[in-house]
Every structure is written in structure tokens, then in C-alpha cells.
């Protein structure tokens, strides 16, 4: 059954660094998403991707992140320079459609990161 | 983000019993729900959804109900078994694709 991959399954850095966690998402699916679930509170939207651009955006999602598909196989979130408050699980997605009953997100195991 | 709320942190119940999980949203512009079970150490895997145009879902031993005017949505697992013991999340979306999630609950299904 296809899936969608997340590596590294976890991540440590050092305040300040720069972070990039990678996905693949399944292999016909067009929309991407990223969410992040800290440790004890909701899984939270960041962003969704589609057509090489961002499709919509969440507050928390600021200049400081960034998302691209570099290579039409991997789809990336970039932390410029990590935080303390950005240690959490996050996790991708991918859906065939955009919306509709057809619009169900399948989700990656999550990548942990953890800012020391 | 109170939108979408599930106020119990967990359930037991005895293997081959009805497990009923509750779910509350304040948004009515929401157009799908979804739940999703999770495993430690696995992301949130699809199990059941719903159009708001629905009242009642059904697959296999899984069946969601809608009221929306009470905007409240519950998911019956009838019969519980063991591997059913996880956390549930019930997740809501509005027109564009981003869901929005409740806290979770944890099902525990003794044997």
C-alpha cells in the first residue's frame, strides 16, 4: 500500500539552525501539507502546496519557514533558524484532490524535532 | 483554537462493547469531518469521514453521525477489540483543505 515517508524519524539541532525535514508523498497525489503537533497540544495546519507553490498558509507558518518540491519527489519544510518553541512532531500529508469527498489527507509517520 | 473539541482525554471499555467517541465544533462553515486513529509512533491513519450534508456514515464496524444543529459528531466502534485501542482524533475542514483537529482521545479496549 502506498504511504507517504518522512526522514529523518528524528532530528536534533541547536537553537539557531538551520533545519530541513524531507517527505515523500504518494506517488500520484498533487497536494502537500505540512502540520506539527508540540508535545501535549493539537496537531496543528502549517501549510498546504500545490502546482510548486504555497496553496494556504497558517499564522503560525512565518518567515521563518519555508516549503519546496526541489526535485518532483521529495517535498521539504525549511526552519531557517530553529527555536526552542519549534521542538515538535511534524508531520506531512499528500492528497490526490484538493477538495471534495475525494480530499482525504494520508499522513506520514512524523519527523521529531527536538531544538536543544 | 477551540473550533474543533473533543472533551474526553480518554475511554475504556471492554472488548466487544460499544465504544462511542465524542467530538464538538463551533464552526459551521466546516464542510467534512474526518477521524483518524494514531498509533505511538505512526501518524494519524484515515478511518471514517462525513459530508456535512450526511447525518450517518457507515464502514464495517465503524459508523460516524453528524448533527449539525447541535454541531456534534460521534464515531461508534461496535464490536471494540483490542487493536482498536489508540488515539482518535476528530479532524474538520472548511472549504479550502486545511483540517483542523480536536485534542484526541485515547481508547483503551480491555480484553
Known amino acids: 500500500e502506498p504511504e507517504v515517508t518522512q526522514t529523518p524519524s528524528h532530528q536534533v539541532t541547536q537553537m539557531g539552525q538551520e533545519v530541513i525535514l524531507r517527505c515523500v508523498p504518494i506517488s500520484n497525489h498533487l497536494y502537500f501539507y505540512w502540520y506539527r503537533q508540540i508535545l501535549g497540544q493539537k496537531v496543528e495546519f502549517l501549510v498546504s502546496?500545490?502546482?510548486?507553490?504555497?496553496?494556504?498558509k497558517s499564522e503560525i507558518f512565518d518567515d521563518q519557514f519555508s516549503v519546496e518540491r526541489p526535485d518532483g519527489s521529495n517535498f521539504t519544510l525549511k526552519i531557517r533558524s530553529t527555536k526552542l518553541e519549534d521542538s515538535a512532531m511534524y508531520f506531512c500529508?499528500?492528497?490526490?484532490?484538493?477538495?471534495?469527498?475525494?480530499?482525504?489527507?494520508?499522513f506520514g509517520a512524523g519527523t521529531r524535532l527536538s531544538v536543544l | 483554537d477551540q473550533q474543533v473539541k473533543q472533551n474526553s482525554p480518554s475511554l475504556s471499555v471492554q472488548e466487544g462493547r460499544i465504544s462511542i467517541l465524542n467530538c464538538d465544533y463551533t464552526?459551521?462553515?466546516?464542510?467534512?469531518f474526518l477521524w483518524y486513529k494514531k498509533y505511538p509512533a505512526e501518524g494519524p491513519t484515515f478511518l471514517i469521514s462525513i459530508s456535512s450534508i450526511k447525518d450517518k456514515n457507515e464502514d464495517g464496524r465503524f459508523t460516524v453521525f453528524l448533527n449539525k444543529s447541535a454541531k456534534h459528531l460521534s464515531l461508534h466502534i461496535v464490536p471494540s477489540q483490542p487493536g482498536d485501542s489508540a488515539v482518535y482524533f476528530c479532524?474538520?475542514?472548511?472549504?479550502?483543505?486545511?483540517?483542523?483537529f480536536g485534542e484526541g482521545t485515547q481508547l483503551t479496549v480491555n480484553p
Open positions: 464552526n459551521s462553515m466546516f464542510d467534512y
Open positions: 479532524a474538520a475542514r472548511e472549504s479550502g483543505s486545511r483540517l483542523t
Open positions: 502546496f500545490y502546482n510548486n507553490e504555497i496553496s494556504e
Open positions: 500529508a499528500s492528497t490526490r484532490t484538493g477538495g471534495g469527498s475525494k480530499n482525504i489527507q494520508y
